[in-house]
């Protein structure tokens, strides 16, 4: 079966960190190893509560901040703002999916807490982009779970040989590939280009004269 629907995942496809020098910052401040802070926020037990709707992404920056030595609302809003300021959304990516809306259904399935769906109408104004959004808190299960890709098929009203999927995890494209679903494992917006030519039709100003 030809494709029918592209399927991007988010964090470190179409938002990535563009600049490390604030988190760098902030771990010579704390007196961390390069990296490290990353482990500490993204790598607990905390955080796979909220990834899956647990708590919320509130309660989990308390205990995040708790854990910091941040003891303030005030203190832990300026971390994060501080820590998420080298993070950009890729505007080539958004282009190219406004390419590939005139001849595919575009889904985005991600492994996000509570607030995504105000980030991506709010924050990012891309909500109207997608044509099916299912992210990890809201439905309770995380990437590579088979459940959560069927889930998003079903909202793009596709089947898996249909599908192409997009993301930054090898973990997550393995769990996509054994339900069918061609998936690609995304490192730079240049070669995903080239690859997507493997699998989608060209664009009107490809074939025009």
Do not use: C
Not at 17 to 33: I, K, V
Not at 169 to 197: H, M, Y
């Amino acid at each position: 079966m030809s494709i029918q629907a592209v399927i991007f995942d988010l964090g470190g496809v179409l938002l990535r960190t563009s600049s490390r020098q604030p988190r760098s910052s902030l771990e010579e401040e704390m007196g961390l190893a390069p990296g490290k802070l990353d482990e500490r926020i993204w790598g607990g037990p905390d955080w796979e509560l909220a990834e899956v709707g647990a708590i919320s992404y509130e309660e989990y920056w308390r205990r995040m901040g708790a854990e910091l030595g941040l003891s303030t609302p005030e203190q832990i809003s300026a971390f994060r703002q501080e820590y998420f300021s080298g993070d950009k959304v890729d505007q080539e990516l958004i282009d190219l999916i406004k390419e590939l809306r005139t001849n595919y259904k575009i889904g985005l399935l991600s492994n996000a807490p509570d607030r995504l769906g105000h980030w991506l109408e709010q924050n990012w104004q891309i909500s109207h982009l997608f044509d099916a959004v299912v992210y990890s808190a809201e439905v309770g299960i995380a990437k590579p779970d088979p459940r959560i890709y069927r889930l998003l098929l079903e909202k793009l009203q596709v089947h898996p040989s249909e599908a192409l999927f997009i993301d930054d995890s090898p973990e997550n494209v393995e769990g996509a590939a054994a339900l069918g679903i061609k998936a690609l494992r995304f490192t730079n917006t240049k070669r995903l280009k080239d690859e997507l030519r493997k699998y989608l039709v060209p664009s009107q100003e490809e074939t025009s004269p």
